[in-house]
Structures are given as C-alpha cells and as structure tokens.
C-alpha cells in the first residue's frame, strides 16, 4: 500500500476518478434503511452510508470489510455483502483543500443486513473522525427519508432495494 502526500493526493483527485465501495445496512422485514445520521466529512456531510475508497488492486467486497472494520468495528464476512449497484457521484466540495475543487467518484454499492447486537456495537464504535457519534446508526423508511430531505441517490438506492 503506498500511502501519498497530501499534496499529491489533492493533485490525483483533481486527475482521476476515485472508486470507492459503500454499504447500506438494511432491516428487509420493516423495509428500512439503517444510516448514519450525520456524516461530519466532505464531499457527503449528513445521512450517509458507510464507506470509503478501494486501494489500487485491492477487491471491492475486500476494501469493504475493511472499511466497515475501520469505520463501526464490525468484523463482517464477504458472505454478508450483496450487490446493489454502481453509482458515479460528482461532488462540488471534498474534505482536502481547496475544498471547492471536488471529487468525481465511482461507487460500488452494496446492502448488508445486521443483527441487534451488531447495529448496537456499530453504533458504539462509529469513528468518531468521520461519523457523528451522538446519534449513530438509524432505521430510516422511505417517508422519513424524503421528510430528511436526503440525498436523491438515497432514495434511489432505497427504490432500487424496496422496490413498489
């Protein structure tokens, strides 16, 4: 893994497409969506999933559970992991300065579904870097989604996943 300076980072975001690989942990019996209630970091602040970017050559489902590690403490298998989809978010703000520049990212999606006692100690060990802890991981249905007022690719996501 070759970690870059800042300064080459901010240069390879202006350059490239980054991927990343995002999971939306779900309650399919009550058809909610469990997200964070506030992303505290750029390009995504407020209801977010879970996620973060793939490393070069590293598999997505593999950048997954170690992103899923990193950022609830989770510890969850690949088996646990269902494609969703691929989404392209262009975002007019990032968290590296000059923020105003933004990112072009290409996300894989996936959906995970999680016991009790998981959404708990996710919701204990969120990092703290990136996550709002005070509030943590929430079930959100479709009509408390569109009174958030949250992103249009939530609600995609949801319609994708629960479809009517």
């Known amino acids: 893994r070759k970690f870059l300076s800042e300064e080459t980072y901010t240069e390879a975001i202006e350059s490239f497409v980054i991927v990343d690989t995002d999971v939306l942990f779900v309650d399919k019996t009550n058809k909610t969506l469990l997200l964070l209630a506030k992303r505290k970091v750029k390009p995504m602040q407020g209801l977010w999933l879970i996620g973060g970017r793939i490393l070069a050559g590293e598999p997505e ?5 170690r ?4 950022e609830t403490s989770l510890d969850l298998g690949p088996e646990r992991f269902t494609y969703v989809s691929m989404n392209r978010y262009i ?9 105003n520049k933004g990112s072009d990212n290409l996300c894989y999606t996936y959906m995970a579904e999680l016991s ?3 959404r708990a100690a ?4 969120l990092e703290p870097d990136e996550y709002d802890t005070t509030i943590g991981l929430q ?13 249009k690719a939530i609600l995609d996501l949801y319609d994708l996943i629960f479809p009517q």
């Open 139 to 151: 079930e959100y249905d479709r009509a408390t989604l569109e009174k958030e007022n949250v992103h």
């Open 122 to 125: 996710a919701s204990a060990n």
């Open 67 to 70: 992103i899923v590690k990193r």
């Open 116 to 118: 009790m006692e998981e």
């Open 91 to 99: 975002w007019t703000e990032r968290e590296q300065e000059p923020q």
């Open 61 to 65: 489902v593999e950048a997954l559970i």
